[in-house]
């Protein structure tokens, strides 16, 4: 069974940080890149990261480039995401993703195409 296990969303001031882990089992990480997405309320869901399956490459969705850092460990099977100067704009449900494909592409525009999904982390940000 495949399983995506987020963790570390929690509430934090504006131009504070969080890092948010995501721990995979039953699943072989290192063939497929992994994509960050959140959902804030009545908004739809959002691609903000993603890191490809050797994790030479990554790409963010503009408004989080130069503060949030994509990571990930193949070998303890964990990809991470790293937030900075956080903004109440950021609160959302954070979810990671593995994509069906090696490459990040364009893929952040359609969450369709990726497969399993984790369960979500909250992540609040106070003004």
């Known amino acids: 069974e495949v399983q995506l296990v987020e963790s570390g969303g929690g509430l934090v001031q504006a131009g504070g940080s969080l890092r948010l882990s995501c721990a995979f089992s039953g699943f072989t990480l290192d063939d497929y890149a992994i994509g960050w997405f959140r959902q804030a309320p009545g908004k739809e869901r959002e691609g903000v990261s993603c890191?490809?399956?050797?994790?030479?490459?990554?790409g963010y969705v503009d408004s989080v480039k130069g503060r949030f850092t994509i990571s990930r460990d193949n070998a303890k099977k964990t990809v991470y995401l790293q937030m900075t100067n956080l903004k109440p704009e950021d609160t959302a449900v954070y979810f990671c993703?593995?994509?069906?494909?090696?490459?990040?592409?364009?893929?952040?525009?359609?969450?369709?195409?990726?497969?399993?999904w984790g369960q979500g982390a909250q992540v609040t940000v106070s003004s």
């Open positions: 890191i490809t399956s050797s994790g030479s490459s990554t």
């Open positions: 993703a593995t994509s069906a494909y090696s490459l990040c592409s364009n893929s952040l525009r359609f969450p369709g195409s990726y497969t399993y």
